[in-house]
């Protein structure tokens, strides 16, 4: 099974910082990657697709990049509702799976 | 707009059985394939199964292979999971998804809490 290691597993950051979210595979996924945006007590909503494509109506402070094992989810100025945990997923082969989830708070 | 709403969660006794049922609406529920998610209490989230849009291919996480059967029925607009043996782990909120065309999960129900206790 493939491995998703997202970093950190937390983060603080102020409003209009841009923050960087990673991601790591433990092997080669392509661009079969999304990333997820989940707040409490609320089911998770896709921000981005195949790695870099950016999901209908999600700002576009949000950005992602990568390929093969490495990724990275931007958020380019952040904003108080980007107060969230955001996991990233694999889609390259089954069993599709999760990284744990990075928790990202607003200073 | 796709609307997906579970039902068949609620408390059930360790190795016990329930049945999920996720009905789907605002969508041509026969073109997509649909997963299953989980998510313990303040846990992260689960991948669990996966069902074709014929229903003839199937993949489960190991975590619940061979005791959790995903299946759908097209006519009726309706994904099931049907949960065997049931262990005081499997305790989360259930999730029924879409899947889109960019194999990434658009569409999420507001999910069902199963908790497996004595």
């Known amino acids: 099974d493939i491995q998703m290691t997202q970093s950190p597993s937390s983060l603080s950051a102020s409003v209009g910082d841009r923050v960087t979210l990673t991601c790591r595979a433990s092997?080669?996924?392509?661009?079969?990657l999304a990333w997820y945006q989940q707040k409490p007590g609320k089911a998770p909503k896709l921000l981005i697709y195949a790695a870099s494509s950016l999901q209908r109506g999600v700002p576009s402070r949000f950005s992602g990049s990568g390929s093969g094992t490495d990724f990275t989810l931007t958020i380019s100025s952040l904003q108080p509702e980007d107060s969230a945990t955001y996991y990233c997923?694999?889609?390259?082969?089954?069993?599709?799976?999760f990284g744990q989830g990075t928790k990202l708070e607003i200073k | 707009e796709a609307h997906l709403v579970e039902s068949g969660g609620g408390l059930v006794q360790p190795g016990g059985s329930l049945r999920l049922s996720c009905g789907a609406s605002g969508f041509s529920f026969s073109d997509y394939e649909m997963n299953w998610v989980r998510q313990a209490p303040g846990k992260g989230l689960e991948w669990l199964s996966y069902?074709?849009?014929?229903?003839?291919?199937?993949f489960y996480a190991d975590s619940v292979k061979g005791r959790f059967t995903i299946s759908r029925d097209n006519a009726k607009s309706s994904l099931y999971l049907q949960m065997n043996s049931l262990r005081a782990d499997d305790t989360a909120v259930y999730y029924c998804?879409?899947?889109?065309?960019?194999?990434?999960?658009?569409?999420w129900g507001q999910g069902t809490l199963v908790t497996v206790s004595s």
């Open positions: 998804v879409r899947v889109s065309e960019w194999v990434a999960i658009d569409s």
């Open positions: 092997e080669g996924v392509r661009t079969w």
């Open positions: 997923q694999q889609a390259n082969s089954f069993p599709r799976t």
């Open positions: 069902i074709s849009i014929s229903g003839n291919t199937l």
